[in-house]
């Protein structure tokens, strides 16, 4: 791939490296996600699944992919990377592979793996400088169960462990982990964020990685309708609210030096962004709940502040 | 190369070593440690052309582990006891992949109370997964176990994970007399690996390790390990002949002790059948008919090897260095349910001892005999009972009270 840089989105590959007809929900915004991430990668690839939901995308004997896939289990999918990439690696050097044959490792992992579980894994690989691609759809919280809170979930949403009541109205009383700062303090070569509702963006990012040997990150905000509760074909405008409220920031940090890749001009206000989800509805009703809206949108403003990029 | 005086666990690192495996992701706890220690010694000095890594955890190394060998990697990874367990869920995994990892346990008692004696219970836990087992007796055997390990795993009509088993301490750390083979002979017995089925590369995309929706899949792939465990055998004892054609040493799915005209049986495993076996030599001396058995396989289960063995015998006793908590001892169990429909099957005694690396004594050994006998002259068979001696039991007494415990 040459590494001149995207301009608009007709200039995305026309190739498609996945295939229409998967198990997941009509507006999964993870395989809106995955299908892009594809493009970038090619199909000299083997993904290294954690369960969750795109574990169900290979179902035996089908599979929608033109290449391979390992699924390994919660915990675990970054070990599982390191021994295919190590293996790939020692056969090439023995001569016992053709180069040619070589593969680029990819995890493909929820957050409840990749934010909790596979925390410590994770944590290894990039220690160990593992040259691999890792991908988190982040739908803020364990879909495939039936969407309980992780540590992905925001701060005053609804999950299947979080019920908003009476004792706890507000929903989840914690906040989302920073992902991005765990793995940042690691200093790997390359981070992003990304969103589906920002292809280009996404496409460059993957370009950019592909020049660093080591581990090569991405966490992509990703609407789950059946979770956040909203219809499946507004899926790309919750992932581009999110981006345009300032609640998912797009960016990349090179050697631990982090550069926002896109800044709103203006900044919506959440409550655009979180009065479309049924995992917020609480918030405003019966009753609004006001101290739980103002510090949401505190949180972005303070975010946003201390990096200097708000207008 | 001739002999040397080696540990269980530098002679699995010799089997490692001969089996020019490529790839070791590894992870220390003891008494394993040394296996892992020794192995990177080498591959730092360059007597061994193989990478090594130290994972994050048990369960990652597994993990490591197995999804090299998916890649067509020889592989050796090794734990024991909270390591296995800790990585007991991809002990499954790595099983359903069908690879062939070769994989060292050295048996430890778990936790609680915190040990570092030997005892089963790690190893067994385990016993259901779709690894073979392979319990060794003596350092010499976990050398050439480790060997025809691989040749058994790799053998596409197995294509599953082996575990070979040693008991911590009373085998990890005692030195024997070791023949350490000649590395082209070795190669003579195990060639380069060179994976056929499935494995990563790009000019051939597979998928692995997928999900499956409903019990039929479900129950195709798990029968198909099943019966792949069960060819095991009938092949081990291939392996076993082309291992003694080129090493000159035997070695069957079980291992027989003066059995031929014995009436009393002792079951023991692993290197405390040593201990039997000297006891079975004491109570020959005593004009005691007594003989010991010692599946080298727990899994598969050698059952008609067994049945054969115990036909026409007087009685069993079935040591189990393991406490099923709740139940007994594990492999009486399994005894129990080899034997069941036998019309002619011996009393089944079971005793449990050596648990946390017990000593079991000539005494109770003796015991044993005792009830053996009395059994088969009564017809009565007593409940399981644990060997805990008197001496045993005032020594802990007494330390309670130094310790100010009534
Ligand atoms: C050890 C273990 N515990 C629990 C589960 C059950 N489980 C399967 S998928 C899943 C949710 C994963 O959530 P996430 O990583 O966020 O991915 P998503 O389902 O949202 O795609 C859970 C908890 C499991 N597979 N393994
Ligand atoms: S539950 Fe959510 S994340 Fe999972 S497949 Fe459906 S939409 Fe995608």
Redesign the pocket.
Known sequence: MDTSTIRSIKELPPEENMLPGTAACAGCG?LLTLRYCLKALGDKIVIVN??????LLTIYPFSPFRNSWLYT???CAPAGAQGVRDALDILIKKGKLDPEENLKVVVL??????Y??ALSSTSGAIYRNLDFYYIC???E?????GF?H?G?SPFGSRTGTTPPGKEVPVGSQLQKKNLFDIWNSHKPPYIATVSPAYPVDLMNKFKKAEQFKGPKLFISHIP?PP?WGFDPSRSVRLAKLSVETGLWPLKESVHGEVEHTYVPKKFKPVEEYLKEQERFSHLFKPVRQEDALKSIQEMVDEYWKKHELLP | MGKEMLTGNSAAAWGVRLAEVDYIPAYPITPQTEIIETIAKWISDGSMDASFVTMDSEHSMITAAGAASATGARTFTTTSSQGLLYGF?MIYTVAGWRVPLVMVNVSRGLSSPITLGPDHNDILAVRDSGFLQIHCETCQEVLDSVLMAYRLAEDERVLLPVMVNMDGFYLSFTREAVEIPDVEKVRSFLPEYRPEHAFFKAARPMAQGVAVLGGDYYSYFKYQMHLASQNALEIYKEVCDDFERIFGRKYEVIDEYMMEDAEYILVMTNSFSTLGKAAVKRAREDGVKAGLLRPRFLRPFPESEIKNALKGKKAVAVIDQNISVGKGGIIYSEMAGCLYNEIDRPLLLSFIGGLGGKNISQKEFEFIFEKMISASDTGIVEPPSLLYTESELEGITKLKEIAGKE
């Open positions: 993870g954690a369960a969750g939901c795109f574990t289990a919660m915990a992992s929820g957050d409840g793996s990749a909790d579980m759809y982040d739908n919280a364990y879909g495939n169960t309980q992780s992905a789950c979770g | 869920e």
